[in-house]
């Protein structure tokens, strides 16, 4: 079974079975809702993780079809799926 749900058309509590932290729901709203560009750095700064989890959680993100990485390297960012 394949789950692909956009956070705009779903809550918090539909998002459960992808196995999300809350940080990376919260990341969601934030690019969802605010139309904000997430990257690693303010990711880090935002929910005090070190960089290698900021990485993991944005990857883990565009992996389950919630979000799009743009750019590479330190030029990389994320954006609502």
């Given at each position: 079974?394949?789950?692909?749900?956009?956070?705009?058309q779903?809550?918090?509590?539909?998002l459960w079975p992808?196995?999300?932290e809350a940080r990376?729901?919260?990341?969601l709203r934030l690019m969802a809702s605010e139309g904000q560009t997430m990257s690693a750095g303010p990711y880090l700064e935002?929910?005090?993780v070190n960089h290698r989890t900021a990485q993991r959680d944005l990857g883990e993100l565009v992996a389950?079809?919630?979000a799009?990485?743009?750019?590479q390297?330190?030029?990389?960012?994320?954006?609502s799926g």
């Open positions: 079974m394949r789950l692909v749900m956009r956070f705009h779903a809550s918090a509590a539909d992808l196995g999300l990376q729901t919260e990341v935002l929910f005090a389950k079809r919630q799009k990485r743009t750019g390297g330190a030029a990389t960012a994320y954006t």
